[in-house]
């Protein structure tokens, strides 16, 4: 039973325009939300996080959303560059300093 | 420059095979993970450990056992690899009681014939 789900494997977006990744999650235990970017053959970096208390934050061309209420989280990535194709993983924390992973989006900005 | 390691990027083993896997980390941290990461699964969570000798199974620890003896080196064992463990293995480290970000290292894909 998948505790938090990215449903969409795959995204193309243009460059310049906005890329929208979204995360949904079932436990309101999480309290703690971050999202990670992998290049192939490195492991994962930290991008951008939020906690529970807030709806948005900010870092750059980085935006996430948290929306409790619906358990969804999205990353907004604006203007969308050629070096941000890469697969991005919401990852959530439930306690215990533990992270549950979602499936991954791989994102390709086109040129 | 904060920094994971792990012992072998790539790695070739039968099945049947003992097989080791390293982690070293330079940032004085007490948490170190161990996952798997398999395309459309996303990261899970094989072992964790919050300090020197102590352990704690994560979400898929069968065919798993992990040893940390020093505070800077995590290694993950499968006993006896079977096929169905070929998988990319990841590496992570973090402090304790922060908003943690997770730091890892480059993977070792591990290929079980």
């Known amino acids: 039973d998948q505790q938090v789900k990215q449903n969409s494997p795959s995204l193309s977006v243009q460059e310049g325009r906005i890329s929208i990744l979204n995360c949904d999650y079932t436990?309101?235990?999480?309290?703690?939300f971050l999202w990670y970017k992998k290049y192939p053959a490195e492991g994962p970096t930290f991008l951008i996080s939020?906690?529970?208390?807030?709806d948005k934050n900010e870092d750059g061309r980085f935006t996430v959303f948290l929306n409790k209420s619906a358990k969804h989280l999205s990353l907004h990535i604006v203007p969308s560059q050629p070096g941000d194709s890469a697969v991005y993983f919401c990852a959530l924390r439930g306690g215990a300093q533990k992270l549950v992973f979602g499936q991954g989006t791989r994102l390709t900005i086109n040129p | 420059d904060v920094k994971v390691t792990q012992s072998s990027r790539y790695l070739v083993k039968r099945t049947g095979e003992k097989v080791f896997l390293e982690c070293v980390q330079d940032m004085d941290h007490e948490n170190m993970f161990w996952y798997r990461q398999d395309p459309g699964l996303g990261l899970r969570l094989i072992y964790f450990s919050y300090d020197v000798k102590m352990k704690e199974k994560g979400d898929i620890p069968e065919g798993y056992s992990v040893s940390r003896e020093k505070k800077e080196r995590f290694s993950l064992i499968l006993e006896s690899a079977s096929t169905n463990q070929t998988s990319m293995y990841l590496c992570a480290s973090s402090f304790p009681l922060s908003y943690n970000e997770q730091f890892f290292g480059p993977g070792t894909r591990l290929t079980v014939l």
């Open positions: 436990n309101s235990m999480f309290d703690y």
């Open positions: 939020i906690s529970s208390i807030k």
